[in-house]
């Protein structure tokens, strides 16, 4: 099956994509209304607004730097998973998503780093918790986060993850213990993005990776801006031997243009190449 992640909401009904993500909070901090016939999406702790708008919410290292996109490593800014106020207006946003469909894309979820977050509320909350190590505690927020979340949503809940199936690397990062939020994920989305997908061994290898890792069903999204047909078709053909669907993000048009390519090709018996080569 294949899907569209955009911030068009017409784009969902388009009758190639089977499931449709709407983005209704982005990373930039940009609301939408949540709309009834796609799956809203909100990216959670990634906002760019709300750190421009009150900087003591933004994650810090311990050496008090802030994790925000004019840094290394950081493509937006990330705010603190611990913040109580933060995370109320987040369910809320999830609230008015489900009144219009019952089922949620969570997005964006976790610490940004390893060595993130020590900030002041974090000290303090870590102090005053049941652990010692400061690794189980960041997981015990996050989890804590996705259990919130998951009570308020009465649909399919579908968890971004980052692209790094390595074992332990998601805890160590992101403070995301997978055995403990898949309980309570129905479906997770790992995004492998890339500017060409000229070649495709990296992709079949971090899909494998996460094939090894997750009992929980998972989708692959590709990106689909700008992409030439061909080698988009041949991403696809990779990512559907792991993924249990496909998905395309933030240009619907090339990515149904890639479809109908496709269903064109295999009727005139036109092949791209075997999933994990490159020809």
Not at 190 to 198: K, S, T
Not at 256 to 269: F, P
Request: with cysteine; proline share 5%; net charge negative.
């Amino acid at each position: 099956m294949y899907g569209v992640v955009t911030r068009n909401a017409e784009e969902v009904r388009w009758p190639e994509f089977e499931r449709g993500f709407y983005e209704v909070k982005d990373v930039t901090g940009r609301s939408a209304e949540p709309i009834e016939d796609g799956v809203n999406m909100v990216s959670c702790f990634g906002d760019n607004a709300a750190a421009d708008a009150d900087p003591s919410l933004v994650a810090v290292d311990d050496f008090g730097r802030p994790a925000t996109r004019d840094r290394t490593y950081f493509d937006w800014a990330y705010i603190c998973p611990s913040r109580q106020d933060y995370r109320e207006g987040l369910l809320e946003i999830i609230d008015d998503c489900v009144e219009a469909n019952e089922d949620v894309r969570l997005d964006d979820i976790g610490f940004p780093r390893p060595e993130y977050c020590r900030c002041g509320v974090c000290e303090e909350s870590f102090k005053a918790s049941e652990y010692d190590d400061r690794f189980e505690w960041r997981a015990s927020v996050i989890t804590e986060f996705v259990e919130e979340a998951v009570d308020r949503i009465p649909g399919r809940v579908y968890m971004t993850l980052y692209p790094d199936p390595y074992p332990g690397h998601l805890y160590k990062r992101a403070g995301i213990d997978l055995e403990a939020v898949a309980e309570h994920i129905d479906e997770f989305v790992v995004p492998l993005y890339d500017m060409a997908y000229e070649t495709t061994y990296w992709l079949e290898t971090i899909a494998k990776g996460f094939e090894s890792a997750l009992e929980t069903p998972f989708n692959i999204e590709l990106y689909a801006v700008n992409i030439d047909i061909d080698k988009l078709i041949h991403a696809t053909e990779v990512a559907e031997a792991y993924g249990n669907d496909v998905f395309f993000g933030y240009e619907a048009s090339n990515a149904r243009a890639a479809l109908r390519r496709r269903r064109a090709d295999e009727q005139d018996g036109v092949t791209h190449g075997e999933p994990g080569t490159d020809n």
